[in-house]
């Protein structure tokens, strides 16, 4: 068994240290010609594929790079709106990986304070 993050959480619930073991899962890259057979969304300021899991492209993935280019959120490096860019039938082919997207700080705090939701429900019962 792999343990992939360690939380410390105090008494109150507050997340004191948090350690991320992130080694890149599986992630798939393809070239795609128009018009896109996935359907992608944008989640959390995140695109992500909503339907038409294939090649290893599952739902939830996020859009990791386009042609090279690196994707932050809903732009690429260079400042292009993603799902724009692949509404235009002028950029095909392209080549898109998608894989899981990390966890935000937001997602790693809620995450710690359903640990401590646990541990004071398990702690009542003894």
Known sequence: MAIFSVY?????????YQLDSYAPRAEAEKTFSYPLDLLLKLHDERVLVAFGQRDGIRVGHAVLAINGVDVNGKYTADGKEVLEYLGNPANYPVSIRFGRPRLTSNEK??????????????????
């Open 8 to 16: 410390v959480v105090n008494k109150a619930g507050g997340l004191i």
């Open 109 to 126: 705090l809620m995450l710690a304070s359903m640990f401590h939701s646990d541990q004071v429900c398990g702690a009542g019962r003894s």
